[in-house]
Each structure stands twice: as structure tokens, then as C-alpha cells.
């Protein structure tokens, strides 16, 4: 089946047409400056040339429309007619307790997503947007709904409680939701499989470093503890995000600088993290670089960003009593080999032993530690569009 799956933000839109029987990408793209002036579609079909289209996109539903135009055009298209979309999987960013699984979309889902508006306020309504969009262009297509917050519903309690008066949670709902949920199970799936451990026995520890970064801690198959929390914003340093942080500075800093609530916030999303630290970038591409100079402060950055992980692999063996495998994803875990070597050198009274010839390996699945290693230590590249596909075909 050829499944289209759908990745909506407030301006732009993340496609890829994917079929499901050999799990290939056949075309993905980017709609950006969606209700600006000037829009484009950025569309690559598979093996193909990248074509960018600027034009005028109104809403989401002229960027799908756009999509479903560039899927079936004579030249750089990749299926004769639409009825060869077979369903359609929509990432959601989230589905507050409503939501531990995967669902199929129709009227009454649609309305349990807006109740978690107020939990994703940036996110869930573009979401919806896409969702609607979806319907009205392709009657009759089933739709399901992939949510990154549904892996880490099977937290206990006890890691998902913050030590607030209960009512909050009572009243708001205030809790650890965790996000990255998408990345975190096929990760962990594929990090078993690939290190031969039987999932229902295992104990996995997944450090999705990317721009946005969160570590889990996976029991047997199960998310038992993740980093972000209540949003994106908790846990690790992060490209432009604090992570975890005393919540007096906010009130600190908003009496000396005279800052509202919101211009703090922003401060603690985008304009702190790697990059606030350094003073260079949020990439760490540029941060290797600015350290190789010698600039101090990347790599104080550096420095702060591998430690945060370190800690909480320290955190989650404990949660666990114990890791077999600790497997590293995303843009940051996937490419940045010191990274990898700094945290792992942390790991050593866990019996991490890892192999700096194999370590220097980028983007596939490799495995770095040594035979004799206590803990695999392993790359898996994340593909949350295919765990989206996957799951959309596996509900239908
Ligand atoms: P997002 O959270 O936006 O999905 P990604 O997982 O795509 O992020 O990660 C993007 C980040 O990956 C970049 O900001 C950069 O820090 C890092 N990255 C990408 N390529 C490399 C590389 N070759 N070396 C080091 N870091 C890299």
C-alpha cells in the first residue's frame, strides 16, 4: 500500500509517499511559508532531481493540494492518479492521556486532538489543520493519527509525577508526557533487533540527539522514563532549548531585565541551549568547528551538552537496574562521533567499551562497542516517517 504520511507545522508541511511493501520512499518534500506571500514546494522523487516550485499557498489545504499536484505530475511525479494513495498518517505532536496508541482518524478523534490543544498550543492545532486539509482533498482515504506523546504513556507514575500540589495534575493534567515518541519506539524496536536481545527481556536506553534531543528509558519494549517533560522543554541542552534548569531564574531573571512570563519562555526555547551557551550556532557542526579554533565557549558547550546525557544514562541504568543496549539517533547522535566518544567515556564503570575506528561511522546502523563490551553501544538511524507508514498500515 502506498501510504502518504503528513507532517504539519504552523507554516510549513513535511511529506513522503511511502510504500509499504518494500518500505522505500517514493517522493519527499517540504511545503515552507505556508499563508506568506511567497510559498514553496521543495519535491524530490525517488532517484529523481529536487525540483523547488515558488508559488502562492493560501493554506495548508492549497500546500496539499500542491503535494498531491507534484505526487501525480507527468514529469517529476510518482504515481498515475491518487487513487493509489492508500491511507494517510498524520503525525501529532500531542495526544495528551487520551492517546497511548496509534488511531485511526474520524470525527470523535479529531475532537479528543483539539481537547490537547491547550498541552501543544503551537503544534496540535497546525496538526489538526493538516488533518482537515487531508479530508476534504481525499474523501474516502482512511487517516490515522501517529502521536509523539502515545510511546511514553506506559510511564509509572512514579516518572511521570511532578512533585507539584496534586490538583494540578487533577485539574491541568500537568504531568511528563515525553515527546520523540515516534523516534523512541523504532528505535528501541530496531536496537534489540540489532543487537540480537529479545525485546520482551531487554532493557534499552535511546539518545535522540538532534536539534530538539531526549533520552528514554525503554523496559522490556515499554517506555518506563523520558526526559522531556511536560513539553519539549525539559531535560538535556538542546540546539536552542535550556533543558532542564532551576525554574527560580525565570523569576530571577524576570525581575532584573523586567521580562514577561512569554519573553522568558521564548529566551528558554530559542534562544538558549548549545547555542546561547556558545554564542556560535545550535549546530553542532559548527560547534566542532568553533572548538577546533579553540573558542572556549563552544566548548564549554560541548562539554555541558555530553555531561547532560551522561547524567541521565547514569539515571535511567538506575531506573532499570541495569542497560543491555544503549543506542544513539537522530541528527547530533547519528553524525557527531565525539559526542558518542565523550558520553561513552563517562560510561566506563558501566563496562561500556567502545571501538574509536567504528565509532567513526556516520548515519547507518553500526555497532561500536568491542566483543567484549558489558553494554552494546550501537547507531540506529531514526526514520519516523517509516514508523509512521508502519503504523498507519498496521491499524488498517
Ligand atoms: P530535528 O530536531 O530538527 O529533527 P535533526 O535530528 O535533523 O534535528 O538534527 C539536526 C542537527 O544534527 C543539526 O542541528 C546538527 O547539530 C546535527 N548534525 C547534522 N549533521 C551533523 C554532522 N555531520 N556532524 C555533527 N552534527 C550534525
Redesign the pocket.
Known sequence: MKVLVINCGSSSLKYQLIDSDNEKAMAVGICERIGQDVSYLKHTPDGGEKVVIETTMKNHEDAIQMVLDALTNEKYGVIKSLDEIGAVGHRVVHGGEKFATSTLINEEVIKAIEECNDLAPLHNPANLIGIRACANLMKGVPMVAVFDTAFHQTMPPKAYLYGLPHEYYNSYKIRKYGFHGTSHSYVSKRAAEFCGLDINNSKIIVCH?????SISAVLNGKSVDTSMGFTPLAGLVM?TRSGDIDPSIIDFIAKKENKTIDQIMNLLNKESGVQGMSEVS????D??AAMDSGNEKARSAFEVFVYRVAKYIGGYVAAMNGVDAIAFT???GE??HK?REDVCAYLGYLGVSIDLEKNKA?GEEVMLTTPDSKVKVCIIP?NEELAIARETVALL
Open positions: 540527539l538532534g536539534n530538539g534531543a540546539g545550535s549546530d553542532f557542526r560547534i566542532n537522530a541528527g547530533v553524525n557527531d559526542v556516520r531514526t
